[in-house]
């Protein structure tokens, strides 16, 4: 059974009701900013540029969702849980923030063509507090020549600690990363993101994680994190 705030992070992730079964195809377009229509397409599904490898890789994790041990976790450009407005306001910040550039911010994970950045798909699993994140990177995140830029790592890393700590704690933000790159990431390999949270004090979460190659011979990387859920009471200065 989901926990109510993982059934409530995971239902604002989709826009949709508490407890409404996880979006498995695109749906209609979604009203985000007042004088603009975006697309709501679901970029955790297959696509073209998938490679056979990951293909197989999400078929197996979908496969474990049947039984409902695990859930598939959408993931679309935009932060569609609100009006993109509303989050500065909502952390106290509206001021400082360009609005003419916000109406074209766009989720950094998602802003590749195809196939050239960061294709990934996520899987929950409430019981063990974990998500796997499947990661084919693309050419264009290369930093050393024929391995992946150890901020394109982080990213990845970032995002899936961080989707751990949404879907267990609400609205959080990363307050502190640490890696051990243990061994460099070939270009445009396939890697499973383990992330596990670990625990929660007050309103800290702390979440740690490894990259694996994905018959797990290998160990890529490692890391810890601390994520804050946000005092809506505090302001900034
Ligand atoms: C984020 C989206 C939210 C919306 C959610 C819904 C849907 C989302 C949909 C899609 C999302 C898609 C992808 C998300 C994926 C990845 C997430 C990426 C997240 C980021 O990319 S985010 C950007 C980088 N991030 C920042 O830009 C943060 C800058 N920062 C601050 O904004 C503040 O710093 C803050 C808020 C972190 C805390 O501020 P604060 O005032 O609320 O809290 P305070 O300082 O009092 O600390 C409280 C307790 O944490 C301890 N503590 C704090 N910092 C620590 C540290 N560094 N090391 C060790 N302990 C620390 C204190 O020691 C105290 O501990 P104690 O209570 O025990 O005394």
């Given at each position: 059974m989901l926990g109510r705030c993982a059934a409530r992070a995971l239902g604002a992730l989709r826009g949709l009701r508490e407890g409404a079964p996880p979006a498995r195809s695109p749906g209609p377009s979604r009203r985000l900013l007042s004088s603009e229509k975006v697309s709501d397409e679901n970029h955790s599904l297959p696509k073209p540029c998938w490679s056979k490898d990951m293909r197989l890789l999400f078929d197996q994790f979908m496969k474990k969702c049947e039984d409902g041990s695990w859930i598939h976790l959408p993931s679309y450009?935009?932060?569609?849980?609100?009006?993109?407005?509303d989050f500065p306001t909502f952390i106290h910040a509206s001021e400082l923030i360009n609005k003419e550039k916000l109406s074209q911010g766009r989720l950094f994970t998602k802003s590749f063509e195809d196939g050239l950045g960061f294709e990934y798909v996520m899987f929950y699993n409430d019981a063990e507090k974990r998500i796997v994140c499947v990661f084919q990177g693309g050419p264009h995140l290369q930093g050393m020549p024929g391995f992946f830029h150890g901020g394109a790592i982080a990213t990845m890393i970032d995002a899936t600690v961080g989707m751990n700590a949404i879907v267990s704690g609400g609205i959080v933000m990363t307050a502190n990363l640490n890696i051990d790159f243990k061994r460099p990431i070939p270009l445009c390999s396939i890697v499973l993101i383990n992330s596990q949270l670990d625990k929660i004090e007050g309103r800290k979460l702390f979440v740690s994680c490894n990259v694996q190659s994905v018959d797990k011979k290998i160990l890529y990387t490692e890391a810890t994190s601390l994520f804050v859920k946000l005092d809506l009471e505090k302001k900034f200065d």
């Open positions: 450009e935009y932060i569609a849980t609100q009006r993109s407005q």
